[in-house]
């Protein structure tokens, strides 16, 4: 941590000198505007510029209490608005982070999975009466009549030409672990049937899984502080599962049905309530995987993000959309931020939300 001193000419009355230590990132001083006897060591000019610099809302509020002038007060209330944060950067913390929203009804395939009239997780039309999302967003003794599926939403609190339906059967995979993460697949079929349109459309399995290297995008209305407005999205690229499960990485609990996959700028990554939503790649989009669990950083470069394979589980899926299944649920329990994570072994966080 280093040090600067900013000095200029000596001091006394209104003319004095301009003397303040910068310690790193912190505030210290606020601690010499405040020992000082402000007219004396620091006139108005100087300590708004430095001020400014250094910690422009705590600082303005000490200075706003010890001004003695109107002229002096009405300087410090000009710096206060100016340290009040912009509203489009303290929006721009509710996204998938480091993704931007996406173009209106562009991911028409996009379900939002709500309990009570809120979003929970999101998922993947893939015919007009299945959807496909994660199996940890709604645990087996889950009430699925309490739950709706909402397609074509692109803003939450906008329900104009969307689509909502119960659910009639939840159908998670036999094998899913909720400890490990494993097979966290689940299948919901639909109360009716979506009617096709521009803003209503499924999409299709992808055939192959993506390699190494491949450029995949995801959606989802996740955020760091809540959720987001509007449908964020964000493009990634695909790691090897060997690398990522390197001891200074995931350390072995990896699976060969799970996908590891990293934002390609710094810092992006999906985060809560991006759960369910579907990992695309190719041309056509096509779904590779559904998002399943990351670290309690969601950015942090050591325990990239996990999805879980849909085109090697593409046997089960087939066959549960031809045949359903017989599994019912009770009690909507969905894992929520403060919920158990995984086991000390996998160290992993799921990223749905609660309602």
């Not at 600082?59 to 000009?78: I, K, P, W, Y």
């Not at 009040?84 to 939002?112: F, N, Q």
């Not at 096709?196 to 995949?216: F, M, N, Q, Y």
């Amino acid at each position: 941590m280093g040090s600067r001193l900013w000095g200029g000419g000596g001091g006394g009355g209104g003319g004095g000198g301009c003397l303040s230590l910068w310690v790193g990132w912190s505030c210290f001083s606020v601690v010499l505007f405040h020992t000082c006897r402000c007219s004396l060591c620091f006139p108005p000019s100087c300590m708004l510029h430095v001020i400014a610099a250094l910690c422009p809302g705590l600082a303005a509020l000490q200075l706003f209490a010890q001004s003695r002038s109107s002229m002096e007060r009405s300087a410090v209330l000009g710096l206060l608005l100016l340290a009040l944060p912009d509203p489009g950067l303290a929006r721009s913390h509710l996204l998938i982070m480091g993704g931007h929203e996406a173009k209106p009804h562009s991911r028409p395939y996009m379900v939002s999975v709500q309990s009570r009239g809120v979003h929970a997780c999101g998922g993947a039309l893939l015919n007009p009466r299945w959807v496909l999302t994660a199996a940890h967003c709604i645990p087996r003794s889950a009430d699925v009549s309490r739950m709706m599926v909402v397609v074509g939403l692109h803003r939450l609190r906008e329900r104009r030409g969307t689509q909502s339906f119960s659910i009639r059967t939840a159908c998670p995979h036999p094998g899913y672990d909720s400890q490990t993460m494993e097979n966290d697949l689940l299948l919901l079929q639909l109360e009716g049937k979506v009617k096709r349109s521009k803003r209503h459309r499924p999409i299709a399995l992808l055939r192959r899984e993506p390699a190494a290297g491949t450029v995949c995008s995801l959606a989802g209305w996740g955020g760091r502080r809540g959720l987001a407005a509007a449908l964020q999205e964000l493009e990634v690229a695909v790691l090897d599962t060997r690398m990522c499960n390197n001891s200074r990485f995931w350390n072995g609990d990896l699976t060969p049905t799970m996908i590891c996959f990293q934002g390609r700028g710094r810092g992006e990554a999906p985060t809560k309530g991006d759960s369910g939503g579907p990992l695309v790649c190719g041309r056509p989009a096509a779904v590779a995987g559904v998002m399943s669990f990351s670290s309690p950083d969601p950015a942090d470069p050591f325990k990239p993000p996990v999805a879980t394979s849909a085109v090697k589980h593409r046997v089960w899926i087939r066959r549960t959309l031809r045949r359903g299944c017989k599994a019912q649920m009770e009690q909507p329990q969905l894992f929520t931020q403060g919920s158990p994570q995984l086991s000390d072994k996998a160290a992993g966080t799921p990223t749905s939300t609660q309602p």
